[in-house]
């Protein structure tokens, strides 16, 4: 859930190694952000430590990145619906309303849904948030020229024609000429007592509920909008707000005197300020969390724990209830473009071949992640299932080193000579190091690897590229929400936006389509399960990694979620619970 190279998308520098309630809502959401019977203290500073010099984007329709998602929702933008709290990835995929009572209503088979808007939500001037506000920040993605790094799916969704160069007719409230917003108009629509937003898609999209869980879906004031300037001075209609943002030094939030937690549920608003220090090199982060002294007791880091910590911190039972380590967003692999390899044949004996275990090694071992067996992640258990590939798929067992002697066979069965492969992927020592393990392993079984490594500026920007993509390369990828709809189109059909696999198969582009629109999210679970076996089956990419990451906290910060308030990764977006987050007495 980023723009795919800095947030919840693709993995921006690529290592070789390195979401479930039914959709039809109904009902007050009434759900508290705790699934436990610990409330959490309430009072005090929470401070957030990280070497970013600043946050990415914090605009609602430029924030594009899990943590900042995690964060801004949190704390001081409010979305129309919202995942539950919970260290459960299962509990936390379930949705809840938030400015809206319920979690959405689809009619017309999932084309058009409808959210009720609850009573009395405020911005930190007293003003209230309206159906306006709401459909007002939705239309600043379409000003492509201003908003610029946010996700895009308003555009993509909404039932808006599109111009001959393939833009949308409707250009964004900025825009004086040339603009139809009318096309808008009916495509957002709220009702005449401004109790209810509606949304007329050009697609059934039974997942809908869970694309307004972003930010860009979120209300902006029209009357404090500055355009590409807003990012500076976002307005908060959440329990914080911002009084202080210093690029390279600090954020300070504190509260909003005009949130009222009669009308947010969702949101307990602990802490009675938020310091975010920016600009902290990394080793001296982890030093500072390790020794957990005076202020840090009330802190948390941001950032991953080094890999020169993980060892200290893992091994130590001093830090058993501040240390984390957890399945992060993202799927590693290697895509084969079946352009490059069209033989099936030929691409199952690259993927059999492959020393996953050697890989996973290279990259940290057992830290950065568990081993494999496609694109969808196991903290996407409504869509997840083992895929089977490496339990005879192909024919015969593969081991975690690899099977050389079945990879032969299937070059056999191939009828055809193994071309020579050229993998691409991005520099780094620890990738240069994980792409001549991989050439190694390919060549037990006759496979001969050309090695290509790009600068890592400029890496997806090649590959992305069908011109200048080679047979094989190294990427990564997570979903926007969770649900795997962001994880198969996108990387296995025509119109997905990280296909590299070159996928273009009818029937599954097909059995995609349908599954995107299926409203019925226990079958609609059950077609992306079949249809990630089905891309293993058809080889179109090596799966290496379930990545993982490793945090730390002090003694003296909580989750009002948490098993006894144990802080966590929380699931949606791979980031703390910061929502719920306070500073122990």
């Known amino acids: 859930m980023g723009k795919a190279k800095t947030g919840l998308r693709f993995v921006a520098l690529a290592s070789v190694g390195a979401l ?22 309430k009072g005090g500073t929470l401070t ?36 539950k709290m919970s260290p459960d990835g299962t509990k936390a995929g379930e949705l809840v309303g938030d400015l809206a009572t319920d979690t959405g209503k689809p009619t017309d088979g999932g084309k058009t849904w409808a959210f009720t808007l609850r009573d009395g939500s405020k911005w930190e001037d007293g003003s209230d948030v309206t159906c306006a506000d709401l459909k007002y920040g939705i239309s600043r993605t379409f000003a492509q020229t201003v908003i610029t790094d946010g996700p895009t799916y308003a555009i993509s969704l909404l039932d808006i024609p599109k111009a001959a160069d393939g833009t949308s007719v409707y250009k964004g409230p900025y825009e004086t000429s040339k603009n139809d917003t009318a096309a808008y108009d009916k495509a957002v629509e709220c009702s005449s007592d401004g109790k209810t937003i509606t949304f007329h898609l050009a697609k059934a999209a039974g997942d809908f509920n869970y694309t307004v869980t972003l930010t860009s879906f979120g209300a902006v004031p029209k009357a404090k909008d500055t355009g590409e300037k807003y990012d500076d001075a976002v307005v908060s209609n959440g329990p914080y707000k911002i009084a202080e943002y210093t690029k390279g030094q600090q954020l300070v939030l504190e509260r909003n005197t005009n949130w009222s937690a009669a009308t947010d549920s969702y949101r307990p608003a602990l802490p009675d300020k ?12 982890d030093q500072r969390m390790m020794a957990d002294a005076g202020e840090d007791q009330t ?18 039972e001093r830090f058993a209830t501040r240390r984390v380590n957890e399945f992060d967003p993202y799927s590693r692999y290697i895509a084969i473009n079946a352009k490059k390899v069209p033989n099936v044949k030929q691409r199952q004996a690259i993927v059999v071949a492959a020393d996953r275990a050697a890989l996973r090694t290279i990259a940290g071992g057992s830290f950065a992640g568990d081993l494999a067996d496609g694109v969808i992640k196991p903290n996407l258990p409504a869509d997840y299932a083992k895929s089977g590939m490496w339990d005879g798929m192909y024919g015969a067992q593969v081991p975690d080193t690899g099977n050389p002697d079945l990879a032969k066979q299937l070059i056999s069965q191939s009828g055809s000579p193994m071309p020579t492969i050229t993998y691409q ?45 080679e047979a094989m390369a190294g990427a990564g990828w997570g979903p926007d929400w969770l649900n795997a709809s962001t994880v198969i189109p996108e990387l296995f059909t025509p119109a997905g936006g990280f296909n590299l696999s070159r996928a273009d198969d009818k029937a599954f582009t097909a059995a995609s389509d349908a599954a995107k629109g299926e409203t019925d999210r226990a079958k609609q679970g059950d077609a992306w399960k079949a249809l990630n076996k089905q891309a293993m089956q058809n080889a179109w990419v090596l799966p290496t990694r379930f990545g993982r990451e490793q945090r730390l906290a002090g003694s003296k910060v909580g989750s009002a979620s948490g098993d006894g308030g144990k802080v966590y990764v929380w699931a949606p977006y791979g980031s703390w619970s910061y929502g719920d987050l306070y500073v122990k007495k």
């Open 20 to 41: 479930a309630l039914a959709a039809c809502g109904g009902g007050d959401s009434g759900d508290k952000a705790s699934s436990s019977s610990n409330t959490g203290d």
């Open 48 to 83: 957030i430590l990280t070497n970013a010099e600043q946050f990415n984007h914090l605009d609602p329709q430029r924030n594009y990145t899990g943590e900042d998602l995690a964060l801004a929702s949190g704390y001081f933008t409010r979305t129309l619906t919202a995942y």
């Open 274 to 285: 938020i310091v975010v220090k920016f600009s902290i090199e990394t080793t001296t982060i």
């Open 299 to 316: 802190a948390i880091s941001r950032d991953n724990l080094d890999t020169a910590s993980l060892t200290s911190v893992f091994n130590d």
């Open 425 to 469: 992927y991005s520099k780094s020592p620890v990738n240069d190091k994980a792409a001549a393990s991989l050439q190694a392993s390919e060549a037990r079984a006759g496979i001969k690897l050309k090695l290509s490594p790009l600068p890592p500026g400029e890496y997806y920007s090649i590959v992305l590229d069908p011109t200048k993509e």
